[in-house]
């Protein structure tokens, strides 16, 4: 066979008797520890009238915030969510008059040292009207990972397609095509599957709590990729 017969066959969708095709998909499945935690924090604050409400909610919101960041360089992110004050109605004869309010600020906090985290949520915890959720356990977008297993997934295509040129009495010869079908489908932050449930303290309730001990939740990365080969004659 010439040199351009070669070449188009290789650019055929199916290939040629001479210069035959086998196309496979490569898979990978990693169970790696995370990297990060990251928790919710709910503040709240009641008060008969709007000030009241908010200068304590203003209060708890700041020594919730000093206390996170008194934990230095394990909190990776820390950012205030959404805020609000909200009238509670209460109908007396014929109109509605305003009986309290309710005030709320929600806080993500991102940690990569779980044993800080422990200690955290439990100091947290033990503050007026705050509430606990997560945490979430999640990789980095940029973890190594995400690449080992785009390369096993390589690997494991490659592997497939000798294996069925094999059987044929045949070789590889040539990469016709890779394609990324999303290399991993984790979700940076998963749903709270096997993370501590919701929590609402008062100080009142328990004075010094002892820290968690929390269990990381491996995290599952995935890779997937189409290889298209071109292969030698078979012998049949």
Excluded: C
């Amino acid at each position: 066979m010439t040199q351009d017969a070669s070449h188009d066959a290789t650019h055929q969708p199916y290939g040629t008797p001479e210069v035959p095709r086998v196309a496979v998909r490569g898979e990978a499945r990693l169970e790696v520890d995370p990297e990060i935690a990251r928790i919710g924090i709910t503040v709240s604050a009641r008060g008969t009238d709007r000030r009241t409400a908010l200068e304590d909610l203003t209060r708890r919101n700041t020594a919730v915030l000093d206390l996170i960041k008194s934990y230095g360089d394990p909190v990776e992110k820390l950012e205030t969510g959404a805020f609000s004050i909200t009238p509670e109605l209460t109908r007396h004869g014929r109109g509605e008059r305003i009986r309290a309010y309710h005030g709320r600020v929600h806080i993500t906090a991102e940690l990569n040292d779980f044993t800080a985290l422990g200690e955290l949520t439990t100091r947290l915890a033990d503050l007026e009207l705050t509430q606990l959720d997560g945490p979430w356990w999640a990789l980095r977008p940029t973890s190594p990972a995400h690449g080992q297993a785009r390369r096993q997934a390589v690997l494991e295509a490659v592997q497939r397609a000798r294996e069925y040129a094999e059987a044929l009495g045949a070789r590889l010869a040539a990469l016709v095509e890779l394609a990324d079908l999303g290399a991993e489908n984790a979700t940076p932050f998963p749903a709270p599957s096997g993370g501590m449930r919701t929590m609402a303290f008062s100080a009142a309730e328990d004075a010094g709590p002892p820290p968690l001990d929390l269990e990381p939740q491996r995290q599952t990365v995935y890779a997937q990729v189409n290889a298209r080969f071109t292969m030698t004659p078979p012998q049949l």
